[in-house]
């Protein structure tokens, strides 16, 4: 059983930020790995719906569907009972202000978050607002927004100007007006992360964006080398656990062939009376 520990919540995450203390987050798809990061102490696990691209192989995060995002965040539950819980709203499911307040309580309900994230600026307000309204905690994203992948041409570095930067600090700004308890940015230069984030009082959590902002992000699959097809630039490898896997793959297949494995220390015995027994009904005796 994991070890209790006090569980940060979402006013504490104001607090935070005020008092200049940083936020420990990682994106954790499945049980597993939330069990890794409950044990190593992640404050916040968010069920991102990256998984579409680190656990289903798809070229970016359009498939996912509130269903999958769901099921994963119950897993996630179950595994870090103590991790504030966060859980990406999927591309389509806040298309308007009643589809998002539908599909943020389903994530709430039924997933067990304990807070929902969109993404979108100003664009978005009236969506924030209305689940803000309905009482359920709720973050947005500035910057390189996933969803907006196709209109961006792909995941590209956004706020390269200071007219764009204006742009995402402003999105910043009606984001906290709109009702949100915070948002992430992600994939701008850092100069443009701590003007947004020094805009604002409410929480906002960095990746690929600097260390100005409160809480720092990375996908827990990526620093693990879980997920190695490619590395963002802002990624940090923290181990190589592909390495791993395929070499002990590799080995327990040897093995399979040599025809070394199962050994007596990995196969189940038998009585020796039960053992004669059955010979002899196999006799026939």
Not at 268 to 274: A, D, I, L, N, W
Request: net charge neutral.
């Amino acid at each position: 059983m994991p070890e209790e520990r006090k569980k940060l919540t979402v006013p504490d995450l104001a607090l935070r930020k005020k008092a200049g203390e940083k936020v420990v987050m990682a994106s954790i798809p499945d049980y597993p790995s939330a069990v890794w990061a409950e044990r190593a102490g992640i404050d916040i696990a968010a069920v991102g719906d990256s998984l579409g691209m680190v656990s289903y192989g798809f070229a970016n995060t359009l498939p996912v569907t509130i269903d999958m995002m769901i099921a994963h965040a119950q897993a996630v539950r179950r595994g870090a009972p103590n991790c504030l819980i966060m859980v990406s709203m999927t591309y389509g499911s806040y298309a308007t202000p009643e589809i998002g307040v539908v599909n943020a309580l389903r994530l709430m309900k039924e997933g067990g978050a304990d807070v929902v994230k969109m993404q979108g600026g100003k664009e978005k307000t009236p969506v924030i607002r209305a689940i803000a309204d309905a009482g359920v905690p709720v973050m947005s994203h500035v910057g390189m927004c996933p969803h907006f992948v196709h209109k961006y041409g792909g995941f590209k570095l956004q706020g390269r100007t200071a007219e764009e930067a204006m742009r995402i600090i402003d999105d910043g700004i009606a984001i906290q007006e709109a009702g949100a308890v915070g948002f992430e940015i992600e994939a701008v230069p850092a100069p443009v992360a701590k003007a947004v984030d020094d805009a604002v009082d409410v929480f906002t959590f960095a990746i690929g964006a600097g260390s100005a902002s409160c809480g720092q992000l990375l996908l827990a699959f990526d620093l693990l080398g879980v997920f190695d097809q490619f590395k963002p630039k802002f990624t940090k490898r923290y181990a190589q656990i592909s390495d791993i896997a395929v070499d002990a793959l590799k080995r327990y297949a040897a093995e399979v062939r040599e025809g070394k494995f199962p050994d007596a220390e990995h196969s189940y015995g038998m009585k020796p009376e039960e053992q004669e027994k059955l010979a002899k009904l196999l006799r026939g005796t």
